[in-house]
C-alpha cells in the first residue's frame, strides 16, 4: 500500500519512527474506542427521537400521500402513478418505497400506509447519522466535532418534525450524506469517488434540486482526490452522477414527453397543454418563484415558522459557517462544508421554497459546521474548554429541544385520520365518488379495515388532471358523492383555483367532523343523483321484500321473530310501493295469525295461532292497531277496492272500545287494551300511537264515535307531555312515549307506581309520535301540527347541529340516556327539519325575501348523514347499514321518502315524484 493510500489524516502516522509506532497506536485505538461510544450514543439518541410517537407527530401530510400513492401504483400496477405521471419528481422514492413495501410485508404492516414510509425514513435517518458523524469526524479530526454535528442533527425540533415526513427530500438528504461521505472518507480510492458520484446521481433521482449540491462535490471531489488521479476522479464522477440522474429525462424522452407539443411552455402555465412534459413541469413550478427581496410573503412566513421551531441550530449554523469561511483561510477544509450548502441556500433565497421540510437539505450541513467550529476551539483552546462549551451546549440543546418540545413525543395528532378512515369504511359503499386528501389514498385504495374505493380520487387531480376531472367526473361536482376536506384542502381550493373540488364544497353538507390539529370534515355533496336517488327508494323496497318478507306474507326480523309492528311496517311499505300483492298477502297473514276476536292484534306471533287468548296472551299495542287500520284505509284510496275499507272498520271500532278512555269527557289513548293500563285511580296513556293524520280518515269511516275529540285532546296531552319537566329541570319539548294521567284532574304524574313503566323518557315509542304529527302536517297542513312542530321541533335539530349525532333517547328535559342512535330519531330530526324549511321557506316568500335554502338545510345535512351516506347499493338491490335490521331499513326508507314527496295521501301522480325545494 503506498502512501497516497492513507488517508492524509493518517499519513504523519504511516511515516512515523518505527520506535513511535506502538504509542501512537495505542492513542488511536483509545481515539477508536471514544470515537465508537460517540457514534452509538448519537444513534441511540437518533432512534429513540425520531422513533418515538413518530405516528402520532407530526400531522400526515398530503405529499406524504402522493409518495404511498405512487409506490402503490408501481406495485399493483407497474406505473410511476395511478394517474397520468406529470413529473413533478422524479420516481426513486416510489422504487424505494416499494421495495421496503416488499420487504416489510405490504403497505399497512405498521397501520395506515403512511405509517409504513415513516419506518422508512427512520432507517434512511439513521443511516445519515452514520454519514454525518464519520464524515465530520474525517473532516475535523475531531470526536467532540462529530458527536456534536450529530446531536444537533437528531435532536433538532426541525430534523425531528420533517425528517420523520414521507417526502422526497428525506430520500434526497440520505444519498446526499452517503455522496459526502463517500468524497470526504475515500482513502484516496477512485472507487470510493464513483460511488460518491452514484450516489448523487441518486440524489438527483430522488428531488430535482439536489442539482444545486453538484458544484461543491465536484469541488470536494477535486480536493480530496489524489493528484495522480485527479483527472479521473472528477470526469468519471461526472459521467457516472449524469448518466445515473440521466434516466429520468431519458424516460421521457422515450415518452415523448420531454418537450410540451410546439415547444408551447405557456400553455403549460395556462393549464391547456395537450399532453404532460418534463420540462414544461419544471417551467411550470418554477417560472413564478419570487426572491426573498422581492416580497415573497410565503417565505417570510415558512422561514419564520423554522425560527421559531429552532432558532438555535439556524443562527448557531450561519454563525458557524461565517466562522468555517474565516478558518478556510488558514485550514482548507474548514470552507467545504458551507460551500456545500451555498448552492442550496441561494437557490432558496431565489425565490425556490415550495414547502417548509425543505430545510430538512440543509440541517445536516448547519449542523456540520456547528461540529467544525466546536472542533477548531477544540484545537485552539484545548480539551476543556472544548468539554465545557460541549456541556454547555448539550445542556441547552436538551432545555430547548426535549423540555420546550414536549409535544414532538406527546401530541397525538393524526387520530382524527383513523376516526375519519372508519367511519367510511363503516357507512360508505365502495362504489361511491369521492375527492379526497391524498393522506388517505392508499388505505381507501386497499381493503384495509374495510372495502376498498375505487372512485376516490386526489382533489389535485379531480382538479387538474383530465383523465380524472373530465373523464370520471364528467366536469360536473354533481357527479361527486363524498368531499372528505382538510383546511389544508380548503385553503388550497381557492389559492390554486381548484374549481371542481370548490363547486363541491359549496354544494355539499356536513356529515361528519373529526376535531383535531387538522380537523377533518366528510360532507355529501348535495345533488339530485346521490342525495335523493329515485332508485335508491325502489332497490332498498326490493331489498326488504326479498329479505324480510316471506311469500306467505310473514316479515321478519333478523331474530327470526314475527311482529305486529314489523307486520305494519311492511304493509306502509307495500302501499307507497304500489305493490298490492306484498300488501294482500303481509295483510293476510296478519290477519289469520295476530287478529284477535276483538279484531286487534296480539303483538307477537311467538304463541299458538288462536284466536281466542287469555288476558295475559292477548297483549296489545294501540299504535300497531292504529298503523294497520289506516294502511287499510289508505290502501282504498291507493287501489280502490272497499273490502279494505271494511276490514279497517272493525279496527276502528274495536280500537275505540277497547284503547280509548274518557277522562271528564275527553277522550285518551291507552297504551293497551288490557285492564292493567287502567287503575281506579291513573291511567296509562300511549303518547307514541297519537296518530292525528289517521284520526281524520277514522271520523270518515266511524261517524258513532268522537274521532277528532281524540285529535285535539291528543295534541293539547302531547304539548303538556312535552314541557313537563322532571325535578327542578323543565322539558324541552320532547313527548314521552308513556304517561301517566290521574283520572280525577287530569294531572301528569312523575311516577309510575303500579304500571312498572318508565315515565318521560323521548324513546323509539315517542318519536313515532313525532312522525305523526309530521304526517298530519304533510297531508292536511294542519294547524295544530305546524305550531307543535314549530313550538318543539328545534331541540332534536340544533343538538345535531352542535354533536353532528343523536343518541337514539333522551329524558324530556334534553339529556342522553344511551350513546346509541336509530333510525327512527334521525328520520324524525330531519322530516321535522324540512317542515320547518318549508314554514321559513313560505313566510319569506310571504314577506318578499329570497326564499332558497341552496341545499344546506339541516334537513339536506341530517338526511345525508343519516341515511344516503350509509346506502349501500349493488345490482339491483339496496339497504342501509346494518342490513340485518328490519326497522333500519323500515325508517331509512320512510326518511328518504318523505324528503322525495313519496309518502302521500291519495295514489301519485303519474310522473316521477319532485323533491323537496330545500335542495337543488
Same mark, same amino acid.
Request: hydrophobic share 45%.
Given at each position: 500500500?503506498?502512501?497516497?493510500?492513507?488517508?492524509?489524516?493518517?499519513?504523519?502516522?504511516?511515516?512515523?519512527?518505527?520506535?513511535?509506532?506502538?504509542?501512537?497506536?495505542?492513542?488511536?485505538?483509545?481515539?477508536?474506542?471514544?470515537?465508537?461510544?460517540?457514534?452509538?450514543?448519537?444513534?441511540?439518541?437518533?432512534?429513540?427521537?425520531?422513533?418515538?410517537?413518530?405516528?402520532? @407527530?407530526?400531522?400526515?401530510?398530503?405529499?406524504?400521500?402522493?409518495?404511498?400513492?405512487?409506490?402503490?401504483?408501481?406495485?399493483?400496477?407497474?406505473?410511476?402513478?395511478?394517474?397520468? /405521471?406529470? @413529473?413533478?419528481?422524479?420516481?426513486?422514492?416510489?422504487?424505494?418505497?416499494?421495495?421496503?413495501?416488499?420487504?416489510?410485508?405490504?403497505?399497512?404492516?405498521?397501520?395506515?400506509?403512511?405509517?409504513?414510509?415513516?419506518?422508512?425514513?427512520?432507517?434512511?435517518?439513521?443511516?445519515?447519522?452514520?454519514?454525518?458523524?464519520?464524515?465530520?469526524?474525517?473532516?475535523?479530526?475531531?470526536?467532540?466535532?462529530?458527536?456534536?454535528?450529530?446531536?444537533?442533527?437528531?435532536?433538532?425540533?426541525?430534523?425531528?418534525?420533517?425528517?420523520?415526513?414521507?417526502?422526497?427530500?428525506?430520500?434526497?438528504?440520505?444519498?446526499?450524506?452517503?455522496?459526502?461521505?463517500?468524497?470526504?472518507?475515500?482513502?484516496?480510492?477512485?472507487?470510493?469517488?464513483?460511488?460518491? =458520484?452514484?450516489?448523487?446521481?441518486? $440524489?438527483?433521482?430522488?428531488?430535482?434540486?439536489?442539482?444545486?449540491?453538484?458544484?461543491?462535490?465536484?469541488?470536494?471531489?477535486?480536493?480530496?482526490?489524489?493528484?495522480?488521479?485527479?483527472?479521473?476522479?472528477?470526469?468519471?464522477?461526472?459521467?457516472?452522477?449524469?448518466?445515473?440522474?440521466?434516466? /429520468?429525462?431519458?424516460?421521457?424522452?422515450?415518452?415523448?414527453?420531454?418537450?410540451?407539443?410546439?415547444?408551447?411552455?405557456?400553455?403549460?402555465?395556462?393549464?391547456?397543454?395537450?399532453?404532460?412534459?418534463?420540462?414544461?413541469? /419544471?417551467?411550470?413550478?418554477?417560472?413564478?418563484?419570487?426572491?426573498?427581496?422581492?416580497?415573497?410573503?410565503?417565505?417570510?412566513?415558512?422561514?419564520?415558522?423554522?425560527?421559531?421551531?429552532?432558532?438555535?441550530?439556524?443562527?448557531?449554523?450561519?454563525?458557524?459557517?461565517?466562522?468555517?469561511?474565516?478558518?478556510?483561510?488558514?485550514?482548507?477544509?474548514?470552507?467545504? #462544508?458551507?460551500?456545500?450548502?451555498?448552492?442550496?441556500?441561494?437557490?432558496?433565497?431565489?425565490?425556490?421554497?415550495?414547502?417548509?421540510?425543505?430545510?430538512?437539505?440543509?440541517?445536516?450541513?448547519?449542523?456540520?459546521?456547528?461540529?467544525?467550529?466546536?472542533?477548531?476551539?477544540?484545537?485552539?483552546?484545548?480539551?476543556?474548554?472544548?468539554?465545557?462549551?460541549?456541556?454547555?451546549?448539550?445542556? #441547552?440543546?436538551?432545555?430547548?429541544?426535549?423540555?420546550?418540545?414536549?409535544?414532538?413525543?406527546?401530541?397525538?395528532?393524526?387520530?382524527?385520520?383513523?376516526?375519519?378512515?372508519?367511519?367510511?369504511?363503516?357507512?360508505?359503499?365502495?362504489?361511491?365518488?369521492?375527492?379526497?386528501?391524498?393522506?388517505?389514498?392508499?388505505?381507501?385504495?386497499?381493503?384495509?379495515?374495510?372495502?376498498?374505493?375505487?372512485?376516490?380520487?386526489?382533489?389535485?387531480?379531480?382538479?387538474?388532471?383530465?383523465?380524472?376531472?373530465?373523464?370520471? /367526473?364528467?366536469?360536473?361536482?354533481?357527479?361527486?358523492?363524498?368531499?372528505?376536506?382538510?383546511?389544508?384542502?380548503?385553503?388550497?381550493?381557492?389559492?390554486?383555483?381548484?374549481?371542481?373540488?370548490?363547486?363541491?364544497?359549496?354544494?355539499?353538507?356536513?356529515?361528519?367532523?373529526?376535531?383535531?390539529?387538522?380537523?377533518?370534515?366528510?360532507?355529501?355533496?348535495?345533488?339530485?343523483?346521490?342525495?335523493?336517488?329515485?332508485?335508491?327508494?325502489?332497490?332498498?323496497?326490493?331489498?326488504?321484500?326479498?329479505?324480510?318478507?316471506?311469500?306467505?306474507?310473514?316479515?321478519?326480523?333478523?331474530?327470526?321473530?314475527?311482529?305486529?309492528?314489523?307486520?305494519?311496517?311492511?304493509?306502509?311499505? $307495500?302501499?307507497?310501493?304500489?305493490?298490492?300483492?306484498?300488501?294482500?298477502?303481509?295483510?293476510?297473514?296478519?290477519?289469520?295469525?295476530?287478529?284477535?276476536?276483538?279484531?286487534?292484534?296480539?303483538?307477537?306471533?311467538?304463541?299458538?295461532?288462536?284466536?281466542?287468548?287469555?288476558?295475559?296472551?292477548?297483549?296489545?299495542?294501540?299504535?300497531?292497531?292504529?298503523?294497520?287500520?289506516?294502511?287499510?284505509?289508505?290502501?282504498?284510496?291507493?287501489?280502490?277496492?272497499?273490502?279494505?275499507?271494511?276490514?279497517?272498520?272493525?279496527?276502528?271500532?274495536?280500537?275505540?272500545?277497547?284503547?280509548?278512555?274518557?277522562?271528564?269527557?275527553?277522550?285518551?289513548?291507552?297504551?293497551?287494551?288490557?285492564?292493567?293500563?287502567?287503575?281506579?285511580?291513573?291511567?296509562?296513556?300511549?303518547?307514541?300511537?297519537?296518530?292525528?293524520?289517521?284520526?281524520?280518515?277514522?271520523?270518515?269511516?266511524?261517524?258513532?264515535?268522537?274521532?277528532?275529540?281524540?285529535?285535539?285532546?291528543?295534541?293539547?296531552?302531547?304539548?303538556?307531555?312535552?314541557?313537563?319537566?322532571?325535578?327542578?329541570?323543565?322539558?324541552?319539548?320532547?313527548?314521552?312515549?308513556?304517561?301517566?294521567?290521574?283520572?280525577?284532574?287530569?294531572?301528569?304524574?312523575?311516577?309510575?307506581?303500579?304500571?312498572?313503566?318508565?315515565?318521560?323518557?323521548?324513546?323509539?315509542?315517542?318519536?313515532?309520535?313525532?312522525?305523526?304529527?309530521?304526517?298530519?302536517?304533510?297531508? @292536511?297542513?294542519?294547524?295544530?301540527?305546524?305550531?307543535?312542530?314549530?313550538?318543539? %321541533?328545534?331541540?332534536?335539530?340544533?343538538?345535531?347541529?352542535?354533536?353532528?349525532?343523536?343518541?337514539?333517547?333522551?329524558?324530556?328535559? %334534553?339529556?342522553?340516556?344511551?350513546?346509541?342512535?336509530?333510525?327512527?330519531?334521525?328520520?324524525?330530526?330531519?322530516?321535522?327539519?324540512?317542515?320547518? *324549511?318549508?314554514?321559513?321557506?313560505?313566510?319569506?316568500?310571504?314577506?318578499?325575501?329570497?326564499?332558497?335554502?341552496?341545499?344546506? =338545510?339541516?334537513?339536506?345535512?341530517?338526511?345525508?348523514?343519516?341515511?344516503? %351516506?350509509?346506502?349501500?347499493?349493488? *345490482?339491483?338491490?339496496?339497504?342501509?347499514?346494518?342490513? *340485518?335490521?328490519?326497522?333500519?331499513?323500515?325508517?331509512?326508507?320512510?326518511?328518504?321518502?318523505?324528503?322525495?314527496?313519496?309518502?302521500?295521501?291519495?295514489?301519485?301522480?303519474?310522473?316521477?315524484?319532485?323533491?323537496?325545494?330545500?335542495?337543488?
Amino acid at each position: 500500500m503506498s502512501v497516497q493510500d492513507i488517508p492524509r489524516s493518517n499519513q504523519k502516522t504511516a511515516l512515523a519512527p518505527a520506535l513511535e509506532r506502538p504509542a501512537i497506536l495505542a492513542q488511536e485505538a483509545s481515539l477508536i474506542n471514544i470515537e465508537t461510544v460517540a457514534l452509538a450514543l448519537v444513534f441511540s439518541i437518533a432512534l429513540v427521537t425520531h422513533a418515538f410517537n413518530m405516528f402520532n @407527530y407530526p400531522l400526515y401530510r398530503q405529499d406524504e400521500g402522493i409518495v404511498s400513492q405512487q409506490a402503490w401504483a408501481f406495485l399493483k400496477n407497474q406505473q410511476l402513478s395511478p394517474y397520468t /405521471f406529470t @413529473y413533478e419528481h422524479p420516481p426513486l422514492p416510489t422504487f424505494m418505497l416499494a421495495v421496503w413495501t416488499i420487504i416489510t410485508a405490504g403497505f399497512h404492516t405498521f397501520g395506515p400506509a403512511i405509517n409504513s414510509g415513516r419506518v422508512l425514513m427512520l432507517v434512511l435517518h439513521l443511516g445519515s447519522v452514520y454519514f454525518l458523524f464519520k464524515t465530520t469526524r474525517q473532516l475535523t479530526n475531531s470526536v467532540s466535532g462529530a458527536l456534536v454535528a450529530g446531536l444537533f442533527f437528531t435532536l433538532s425540533p426541525l430534523a425531528v418534525n420533517f425528517q420523520r415526513l414521507l417526502v422526497v427530500d428525506n430520500f434526497m438528504v440520505f444519498w446526499l450524506m452517503a455522496s459526502v461521505y463517500f468524497t470526504v472518507c475515500n482513502r484516496g480510492r477512485l472507487f470510493y469517488f464513483f460511488l460518491a =458520484s452514484l450516489a448523487l446521481g441518486l $440524489a438527483v433521482l430522488s428531488r430535482e434540486t439536489a442539482i444545486f449540491f453538484v458544484p461543491a462535490f465536484l469541488l470536494m471531489t477535486w480536493r480530496f482526490s489524489d493528484p495522480y488521479h485527479r483527472l479521473y476522479a472528477v470526469w468519471g464522477s461526472i459521467l457516472i452522477g449524469g448518466v445515473a440522474s440521466f434516466q /429520468f429525462i431519458l424516460y421521457a424522452i422515450f415518452k415523448n414527453e420531454f418537450l410540451p407539443e410546439n415547444m408551447n411552455f405557456l400553455a403549460e402555465l395556462a393549464g391547456k397543454a395537450t399532453h404532460v412534459s418534463l420540462t414544461g413541469t /419544471f417551467y411550470q413550478n418554477y417560472h413564478n418563484i419570487t426572491p426573498i427581496w422581492m416580497g415573497n410573503t410565503q417565505y417570510h412566513s415558512i422561514v419564520q415558522n423554522w425560527l421559531s421551531t429552532d432558532s438555535l441550530l439556524l443562527y448557531a449554523g450561519l454563525g458557524c459557517a461565517f466562522l468555517n469561511l474565516i478558518f478556510g483561510l488558514k485550514y482548507k477544509e474548514s470552507w467545504l #462544508v458551507p460551500l456545500f450548502g451555498l448552492g442550496y441556500g441561494c437557490f432558496i433565497l431565489l425565490g425556490g421554497l415550495d414547502a417548509e421540510y425543505m430545510i430538512v437539505s440543509l440541517v445536516p450541513f448547519l449542523a456540520m459546521g456547528i461540529g467544525q467550529t466546536v472542533s477548531s476551539i477544540h484545537h485552539l483552546f484545548g480539551k476543556f474548554i472544548s468539554f465545557v462549551l460541549i456541556a454547555a451546549l448539550a445542556a #441547552v440543546m436538551c432545555y430547548l429541544y426535549v423540555v420546550n418540545n414536549q409535544a414532538i413525543y406527546t401530541s397525538v395528532v393524526n387520530n382524527s385520520y383513523a376516526q375519519v378512515l372508519s367511519w367510511v369504511k363503516g357507512n360508505i359503499p365502495p362504489d361511491r365518488s369521492m375527492i379526497i386528501t391524498d393522506a388517505l389514498w392508499v388505505d381507501l385504495h386497499d381493503d384495509y379495515k374495510g372495502p376498498a374505493y375505487p372512485l376516490a380520487h386526489s382533489h389535485w387531480k379531480a382538479s387538474r388532471d383530465p383523465a380524472i376531472n373530465y373523464g370520471v /367526473f364528467k366536469g360536473d361536482y354533481k357527479e361527486v358523492d363524498f368531499l372528505i376536506l382538510t383546511e389544508e384542502m380548503r385553503i388550497q381550493f381557492q389559492s390554486k383555483g381548484e374549481e371542481l373540488p370548490q363547486q363541491a364544497l359549496t354544494n355539499s353538507s356536513l356529515i361528519r367532523q373529526y376535531e383535531g390539529t387538522d380537523p377533518i370534515q366528510i360532507r355529501k355533496i348535495n345533488n339530485t343523483k346521490t342525495l335523493l336517488e329515485q332508485s335508491a327508494l325502489d332497490d332498498s323496497y326490493r331489498f326488504f321484500k326479498t329479505n324480510f318478507i316471506s311469500p306467505n306474507g310473514k316479515v321478519v326480523n333478523g331474530n327470526g321473530q314475527a311482529t305486529a309492528e314489523l307486520q305494519a311496517a311492511a304493509m306502509h311499505l $307495500a302501499l307507497f310501493n304500489d305493490d298490492q300483492r306484498a300488501f294482500d298477502q303481509t295483510w293476510v297473514w296478519t290477519a289469520y295469525n295476530l287478529q284477535m276476536d276483538n279484531n286487534l292484534m296480539r303483538i307477537e306471533a311467538s304463541l299458538p295461532a288462536n284466536r281466542s287468548l287469555t288476558l295475559a296472551e292477548s297483549y296489545t299495542n294501540s299504535r300497531v292497531d292504529t298503523d294497520i287500520a289506516l294502511a287499510l284505509l289508505l290502501a282504498n284510496k291507493r287501489w280502490k277496492d272497499e273490502n279494505y275499507t271494511k276490514e279497517a272498520s272493525y279496527i276502528i271500532k274495536s280500537i275505540w272500545e277497547n284503547e280509548v278512555v274518557e277522562i271528564n269527557k275527553k277522550p285518551y289513548l291507552k297504551a293497551t287494551a288490557l285492564k292493567i293500563g287502567q287503575l281506579e285511580d291513573q291511567v296509562l296513556l300511549n303518547l307514541g300511537a297519537f296518530s292525528p293524520q289517521a284520526y281524520r280518515l277514522f271520523a270518515e269511516v266511524d261517524k258513532k264515535h268522537n274521532w277528532m275529540g281524540l285529535y285535539d285532546s291528543g295534541y293539547d296531552l302531547l304539548r303538556k307531555a312535552a314541557w313537563y319537566g322532571r325535578g327542578d329541570y323543565q322539558g324541552v319539548g320532547l313527548p314521552p312515549g308513556l304517561v301517566v294521567m290521574d283520572t280525577q284532574n287530569e294531572s301528569l304524574r312523575s311516577t309510575v307506581g303500579t304500571f312498572g313503566q318508565k315515565l318521560g323518557d323521548f324513546d323509539v315509542e315517542a318519536q313515532q309520535a313525532l312522525w305523526r304529527v309530521i304526517l298530519d302536517y304533510e297531508w @292536511y297542513k294542519s294547524d295544530k301540527a305546524r305550531d307543535y312542530i314549530q313550538g318543539s %321541533g328545534w331541540f332534536l335539530i340544533k343538538y345535531w347541529q352542535k354533536w353532528q349525532s343523536l343518541p337514539g333517547q333522551f329524558t324530556n328535559n %334534553g339529556l342522553p340516556i344511551t350513546n346509541k342512535d336509530n333510525s327512527s330519531v334521525y328520520a324524525v330530526t330531519s322530516a321535522g327539519a324540512a317542515v320547518l *324549511d318549508e314554514l321559513d321557506i313560505a313566510q319569506k316568500k310571504a314577506k318578499g325575501l329570497p326564499a332558497e335554502l341552496g341545499g344546506s =338545510s339541516a334537513a339536506t345535512e341530517i338526511l345525508a348523514r343519516a341515511f344516503m %351516506g350509509s346506502f349501500y347499493h349493488k *345490482d339491483t338491490l339496496g339497504y342501509w347499514q346494518n342490513k *340485518d335490521n328490519a326497522d333500519t331499513q323500515y325508517w331509512s326508507w320512510m326518511a328518504t321518502a318523505l324528503h322525495m314527496n313519496r309518502l302521500t295521501l291519495n295514489a301519485p301522480p303519474a310522473e316521477a315524484p319532485v323533491t323537496r325545494q330545500s335542495t337543488k
